[in-house]
């Protein structure tokens, strides 16, 4: 049963049904379609990442929408949204704050940086420094910024949405490993289709869609929503499968760097997500399958063989999938 269909009450454990989880994605996913037009899967994996409590890394050449879908998803929930542009001589304490001396006071204050907000758009991330782009870390994997010894907490939901070019374009340097990993997924817009980049021309004449944008969920639906998907059933057999693929990559001759145990569990909680929004409480080896790229491929490092065979990592996770046996349903 996929998002926006009706749901016909399929159980998961306990009886409850994932009908909460989808009125409100549907309203979210509708409201983001009206500025992001002809890319549903698109918009289908922002939202997943967003209620699996994960962050998202948009990559794609310049022009295609990237930095409008991170900020529909913003608008769409009506949370707190701040926007960092990523330049070379940003620094860290631009993103997480900084403590100032207040001479009136004779004491140091804490002035938040744009980090604390329910959606942070980090937008071309790949333009900083690495130096930059690692004040990033902490907040992404423990929800908190430290600065002058103190730890303060981000409020969930807190997402970060990071729009990169490819890192063959001037200007850019290439996201650290450790930086990868705390992506939940990657994904490309790509280019639109001739009829959807004709009606992009008629929405775009008189102004922007996002203007027209209003808000259809509230901080408290995406708790609930992510509350909801955190019970989402795995099989043991599931489970398992989802062990089995990650440790694959880890074995492949055509890599040089396989998947960490951080992807597994954020595979896991992808699928959780995925499977809440086609009205299930519980996971399925295709949901498995269907996240296996966008969750792994951008955390491999491509071993010599497969860069003489012009391979790439989406490439070699695909065949680990199609090689790998499905468990068989109990």
Known sequence: MSLGTHHNG?????????DPVLGHAFRIRKAIE????????????????LLAEGHLLIEDVPGVG??????????AVDGTV??????????????TGVSVYHQERHAFEFSPG??????VLGDEINRASPKTQSALLECMEEMQVSVDGTARPLEPPFMVVATQNPGDMEGTYPLPEAQRDRFMARISVGYPTPQAELDMIDMHSAASPLDRLAPVAGVADVRAMAEYVRTVHVAPGVRRYVVDLV???RTSPLLRLGASP???????????AYAALEGRGYVVPDDVQALAVPVLAHRLLLAPEARMEQRTAEQIVADLVARLPIPAPR
């Open 10 to 18: 399929a159980p998961r454990p306990g009886g409850e049904s994932a």
């Open 82 to 95: 701040q926007r960092i542009q990523f330049t070379p001589d940003l620094l860290p304490g631009d993103i």
């Open 114 to 119: 744009p980090v604390f907000a329910n959606i």
């Open 34 to 49: 009206t500025v992001i037009e002809g890319k549903p899967e698109v918009v289908r994996m922002a939202l997943t990442v």
């Open 262 to 272: 951080r992807a597994t569990l954020h595979l896991v909680r992808a699928a959780r």
């Open 66 to 75: 990237k930095t409008m879908l991170a900020k529909a998803l913003g608008r």
């Open 247 to 249: 440790t694959a990559t």
